[in-house]
Structure formats: structure tokens, C-alpha cells
């Protein structure tokens, strides 16, 4: 336990690269004096392999459709209260034009999971965006084939984001009805074969979920050697069937912040955000506290305001009501008063770099 050791210990422990299980648990177990040497670890393993600048990623939510029915889900297919809505390709583009002068560097594509969206008209959106703006683009919709990717992936597609929410297979399955871990999975690893920057997480405190679960959320991460992992704490949607349910962790909620810094400890160059989750338990500040304890993105809400309320996938999100124009100005206050830059260039994954050369290092051992 780190409570046990002395100040060199626990150097040695946090220095060690190839954490296992109990260095998580143990971790997250952290409290006092030892939490604030957690955070201050995560903190500066975040300086040396990400630096000072976050990069800021606006999000376009451009359809709640969707065909699934993931049972923590506010805008999951049984829920009839939702004002269902779907941008037109016109205005996916102009939202995401007008981000570039918000110096906001990479566009987000989401939406609910829904075989509706055509995957060629989808492709057109990404070609477009890329022949006429200077963003990147990152897309999240969901479970897709491997030709989708692909087909998306040639249009100019940068990276895809796809949680995988728990690494429990029997949690996943009492929470997902339309698919498994294993489909899941599958994706992200069809991903990752196409060479798309890859970003995945997990949520945290769901119901039945327990510490060593978030410990193998943890090592889940870190296995897949993910490009970007987002993470957040669930929060019940009374519309849904957890909506009587509490979070895990529930009177316990530095458990957020735990898991985010162990998640930096164990990951230390894949792109973390904050995400807005961590505004919506903590107001105000969740997001500031996330990019001291190991987060190095942000992403700001730039679905057009009309259509923000009808993407309540929890209650209580932030940023509802602002327009896209005050969430940039509010960003980038937050940014200058923890004393940080904001990226200037794409912020794509810097693993690239490492996995060339350990590729390089392979052909020549062979
Ligand atoms: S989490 Fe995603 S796939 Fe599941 S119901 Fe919500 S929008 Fe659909």
C-alpha cells in the first residue's frame, strides 16, 4: 500500500512503467497525503509526454438518432420523450467552418448509432471538411464495419472514438442489448489495423461496477495502446431504466479524479480530455481540476444551441444554453487561468512516432 512507504518507495512505484493490477488498486486506493502525491504525479507525467498546451477539439452533434438501446443512454431508441433531430450535410459544414476561427483544430462528428446515417454521404462530409477547411476530423457514431472505416478512412477520416464503457463482458452485456465487448472490441481493433488514430474509455462508477473493475477498465486502456481514452463518472438519466440507480462510487466522487490520474500514470502519451461529465458532477471546476490531475484536451460544445437539449445523453450537461461562441470564449479563459497554452497545430496522436520506431527496432532485430 502507498501509505506504507516512504517518500523514495513511492517514487520507485510511480517510476515504474509496467504497472499491473495491484499498482492501480493500490492507487486508487490512495487517500490524504498519498492522493496529493497521486495527482502531482499524474500532473507531471502529463507535462513531460504531452506538455503545456491543450488542444481543443469542438464537438458537432449532429444527430440523435439512434437504433440502440444502451440502458444508461438518454437518447436511447425507447426514450419517446427525445425531440429527435439530424443536421443536414450543409449544416454539419458551415457549424464546422466556423469553428477554425474559435482556433479550434480538430472537428468531432457525433451521434447516436443508427443505420440511418448513409455511410457515403458521411464520407462526403469528411472529404468536404477536409479539402475546405484546415481541421482534423474525429469521428463518433458507433459500431460500423470494417469497409465503413475504411471507406471513411479514405475520405480523409483522422481518428474514430469509441468507448468501450466497461471491461467487465457480463456488465457490458446486461447494459448494451445490441451488442457485446467482443463486437466492441472487434471495431476498435479493425481501427487500429486501418492505421485511424484511436480513441476509446470507459465510464466510471456504473452500476455493479466495483473498484477492480475500474482497475481492468484501467489495463484495458493501457492494452489497447490507445491514441486517445476518454473517461467519465455515470451519471443516472431518469428517462432510462437506471434511472433509480446511483453511481458506485456515490459519496466516494474523488473516486473521478483517481481514476483519471491513474489512467494518465498508466497511459502516459495518449491524448486525455476532460470531459464535460466532470463540469456536470463537479460545476464549474470539474473540467479545470481534470486538466491538473492528467487530462491535456479540451472539448467544447459546438452543436448549434437549438439543438444542444435534445443531446442529453445524462442530465444536468453543461453548456446547454451557451452559444458556440461563449463556450469558445469560456474555454479559453479556463485555459489561460491554469497557466496553459492552447495547441496550435493538430495535436494528433504522438504515438505514431514511438510505434514507427519500435517497428523500425523490430525489422532490424529480425
Ligand atoms: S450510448 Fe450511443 S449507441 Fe447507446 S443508445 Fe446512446 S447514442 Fe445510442
Same mark, same amino acid.
Request: net charge negative.
Given at each position: ?11 520507485? %512505484? ?67 420523450? %427525445? ?112 492505421? %485511424? ?122 453548456? %446547454? ?46
Amino acid at each position: 500500500m502507498l501509505m506504507k512507504k516512504n517518500n523514495s518507495q513511492k517514487h520507485h %512505484v510511480f517510476a515504474n512503467r509496467d504497472h499491473g493490477k495491484g499498482s492501480a488498486l493500490s492507487f486508487l486506493d490512495s487517500e490524504g497525503a498519498d492522493l496529493k502525491r497521486l495527482y502531482k504525479e499524474a500532473d507531471r507525467i502529463r507535462h513531460i509526454h504531452m506538455g503545456e498546451e491543450i488542444y481543443i477539439r469542438g464537438i458537432i452533434e449532429f444527430s440523435n438518432i439512434c437504433a440502440n438501446d444502451c440502458l444508461y443512454c438518454g437518447i436511447r431508441a425507447s426514450n419517446h420523450a %427525445v425531440n429527435r433531430y439530424s443536421m443536414t450535410a450543409e449544416e454539419i459544414f458551415s457549424t464546422a467552418k466556423a469553428m477554425v476561427f474559435r482556433q479550434q483544430t480538430t472537428v468531432v462528428l457525433q451521434s447516436g448509432e443508427t443505420p440511418g446515417i448513409d455511410d457515403t454521404e458521411m464520407g462526403e462530409i469528411i472529404r468536404r471538411i477536409k479539402k475546405e477547411t484546415p481541421l482534423a476530423v474525429t469521428v463518433s457514431v458507433g459500431n460500423r464495419p470494417y469497409d465503413t472505416y475504411r471507406h471513411w478512412k479514405d475520405c480523409g477520416m483522422d481518428r474514430y472514438l469509441l468507448r468501450f464503457e466497461t471491461s467487465d463482458p457480463e456488465l457490458f452485456g446486461r447494459l448494451h442489448p445490441d451488442c457485446t465487448l467482443e463486437e466492441r472490441l472487434e471495431c476498435l481493433y479493425a481501427l487500429k489495423e486501418l492505421g %485511424v488514430q484511436t480513441g476509446s474509455g470507459f465510464m466510471i462508477g456504473l452500476p455493479g461496477e466495483t473498484v477492480d473493475t475500474l482497475a481492468e477498465n484501467i489495463l484495458l486502456c493501457q492494452k489497447l495502446d490507445l491514441d486517445m481514452i476518454g473517461i467519465g463518472p455515470f451519471i443516472p438519466h431518469p428517462e432510462t431504466p437506471l434511472g433509480g440507480e446511483k453511481n458506485a462510487y456515490e459519496g466516494n466522487e474523488e473516486m473521478f479524479f483517481k481514476a483519471l490520474a491513474v489512467l494518465r500514470i498508466f497511459n502516459p502519451d495518449a491524448h486525455i480530455p476532460a470531459t464535460t461529465a466532470y463540469d456536470a458532477v463537479f460545476p464549474g471546476v470539474g473540467r479545470n481540476l481534470a486538466l491538473q490531475r492528467g487530462a491535456n484536451i479540451f472539448m467544447p460544445n459546438d452543436t448549434p444551441v437549438g439543438h444542444r437539449k435534445d443531446y442529453l445523453l445524462y442530465p444536468g450537461k453543461p453548456c %446547454v444554453d451557451e452559444s458556440a461562441d461563449q463556450c469558445a470564449s469560456c474555454v479559453l479563459m479556463r485555459i489561460e487561468s491554469l497557466g496553459r497554452t492552447i495547441g496550435k497545430g493538430h495535436g494528433h496522436s504522438i504515438k505514431n512516432h514511438r510505434r514507427n520506431s519500435e517497428h523500425g527496432r523490430h525489422k532490424h532485430a529480425g
